[in-house]
Nanobody, 115 residues
Framework: QVQFVESGGGLVQPGGSLRLSCAAS????????MGWYRQAPGKQRELVAT???????VYTDSVKGRFTISRDNVKNTVYLQMNSLKPEDTAVYYC?????????WGQGTLVTVSE
């Protein structure tokens, strides 16, 4: 059973940056596409960014040009660099494989963008 532990969230002002990390355990994920997801208050969880095993990346339109997903297969870790943050980026951020394993969602890390 693969498990994910997300970290790096916090409170940041609009225009600021954060770098999220996701450490996976229980399975090596070098051959899997990985995704960062987020769930804002009162909304459904959405896929924000994907990185394939071949390191191709895909982003939802609202974060293109601002977020960068990357992976370190040696460390079994995925990252999300978030720049030019906006209040609408406020959410709990999760990582999982893409498509996600329903039973492997972690606790997530809260990102709050506010003055």
């Amino acid at each position: 059973q693969v498990q994910f532990v997300e970290s790096g969230g916090g409170l940041v002002q609009p225009g600021g940056s954060l770098r999220l990390s996701c450490a996976a355990s229980g399975r090596f994920l070098s051959g899997s596409a990985m995704g960062w997801y987020r769930q804002a208050p009162g909304k459904q969880r959405e896929l924000v960014a994907t990185i394939t095993s071949g390191r191709m990346t895909v982003y939802t339109d609202s974060v293109k040009g601002r977020f960068t997903i990357s992976r370190d297969n040696v460390k079994n870790t995925v990252y999300l660099q978030m720049n030019s943050l906006k209040p609408e980026d406020t959410a709990v951020y999760y990582c999982n494989v893409n498509p996600p394993i329903r039973t492997s969602w972690g606790q997530g890390t809260l990102v709050t963008v506010s003055e």
